[in-house]
C-alpha cells in the first residue's frame, strides 16, 4: 500500500506492507484523513508514537470496512465509518480497534467523516468527563477556532452552557460566533481578564491548549471550584503559579491526553460520545467546522496550514 512516509520531518509518499491484523480488529480503506496538530510534532520529531502504535501519522480517519479479524463483529464489513486512529492514517488501509468504529450517517461525506473523531472526542473528555459541564455554566474556550474549539462551542451550547471563547483574529471570532459562541475575545486586541470581569462572567470550566502564562489569568476569572482542563502549552511549558489564588477558589487542574490513553479508555470514551451526541452528528446538528480539504498528496500543505495558524477548523486529506 502507498502511505505518507515523514523521513527528516519531510513528508512524501512511499510504499509498505499492508497491516496484519489483530483479532479485534478490522482494515479500514481510507478515504478521508483529519490532519491534527500532533501530526505537525510527530513528523517534527517531537511527538513520537506510543509504543505498540503506528509509527505511521495519523490519528483519525473516515473510509470503508474491507477486511475482519478473527473477533470483529461480521456486521461492520463494508460498513462506512469513522474513527480515532492508533497512528496508522496517513496510509491508503489501516487497522483499527473494532470497538472504537463509529457507523459514518447516510447524510455524511468522507470528509466529514474524517473531521470529526479526534476533536469531538478530545473536546467531549474535557468538557463532561473532567470539566462537568452542566447546563447554565459558563465555559471559556482558548484557540475557540480551532477544530477541538469548534467541537466545544457545539456540544457545549447543545447542553445549555454560556461560551465563551479567545481566538487571535477577527475573522476567527466570527467563526465562533457563528458555531455558537456567546462572547468571542479576539486575544492580540482584548485582554479576555479584562473583557470578561467587565461584563460579569465567571468560568466554571477552562479548555487551555495554551497554558503558560495563562495559567493565572484563567485562575483570575474561574469561578469557585471552576475546573481547567489543559490539553497542550501552545504559549510555553513553564509558569509561576499563584497557589493562593487556586486554593481559594478551590481550583480543579486537569493535565490531558487522548493518544497516549489505553485502548479501553478510548472504547469507552467513544461510547460515552456516541450515547450522548451521535443523534447530533447523524442529524447534523452539528457544523463538522472543515476548513479545507486537499488530496494527500498536498499533506505538506496541509500541516503549513497548521502550523502557520491558519485555519479556522479542520484540515481534512482526501486519499484518491
Known amino acids: 500500500m502507498q502511505f505518507i512516509s515523514h523521513q527528516h520531518a519531510q513528508l512524501s509518499l512511499s510504499e509498505t506492507v499492508k497491516p496484519q491484523l489483530k483479532a479485534h480488529e478490522v482494515l479500514i480503506k481510507v478515504a ?39 473477533d470483529a463483529d461480521n456486521s461492520w464489513l463494508n460498513k462506512a465509518v469513522f474513527t480515532l486512529c492508533a497512528g496508522g492514517a496517513y496510509s491508503e488501509y489501516v487497522a483499527v480497534d473494532a470497538a472504537q468504529l463509529m457507523v459514518l450517517p447516510s447524510g455524511l461525506t468522507m470528509a466529514q467523516g474524517a473531521a470529526i473523531s479526534e476533536v469531538y472526542l478530545t473536546a467531549f473528555g474535557a468538557l463532561f468527563q473532567l470539566g462537568n459541564l452542566q447546563q447554565g455554566h459558563t465555559v471559556l474556550i482558548h484557540a475557540g477556532a480551532s477544530g477541538v474549539g469548534g467541537a466545544c462551542i457545539q456540544m457545549a451550547k447543545r447542553t445549555g452552557a454560556i461560551v465563551v471563547i479567545t481566538a487571535g483574529s477577527d ?53 469557585l471550584d471552576c475546573q481547567i482542563v489543559m490539553l497542550a502549552f501552545l504559549d510555553g511549558r513553564f509558569a509561576e503559579v499563584d497557589f493562593a489564588r487556586l486554593l481559594q477558589k478551590r481550583i480543579s487542574l486537569h493535565a490531558s491526553t487522548l493518544r497516549n490513553r489505553s485502548q479501553t479508555f478510548k472504547r469507552q470514551l467513544r461510547d460515552a460520545f456516541v450515547a450522548r451526541f451521535y443523534d447530533d452528528i447523524a442529524n447534523q446538528t452539528f457544523d463538522f467546522n472543515i476548513y479545507k480539504t486537499l488530496p494527500w498528496q498536498d499533506a505538506a500543505k496541509a500541516h503549513t496550514i497548521l502550523e502557520r495558524n491558519e485555519n479556522a477548523g479542520k484540515v481534512v486529506l482526501l486519499v484518491e
Open 171 to 223: 475573522e476567527k471570532c466570527q467563526h465562533g460566533k457563528a458555531l455558537g459562541a456567546d462572547h468571542a475575545i479576539n486575544y492580540k486586541t482584548d485582554d479576555f481578564v479584562d473583557y470578561m470581569q467587565q461584563h460579569n462572567l465567571t468560568a466554571n470550566v477552562i479548555v487551555d491548549p495554551v497554558s503558560g502564562r495563562y495559567l493565572n489569568k484563567n485562575a483570575a476569572i474561574a469561578a
Open 32 to 70: 478521508a484523513i483529519g490532519v491534527n496538530r500532533a501530526d505537525c510534532m510527530q513528523r517534527q520529531g517531537k511527538y513520537p508514537a506510543p509504543q505498540g502504535d503506528s509509527p505511521i501519522l495519523g490519528l483519525e480517519c473516515a473510509g470503508t470496512v474491507i477486511e475482519l479479524g478473527a
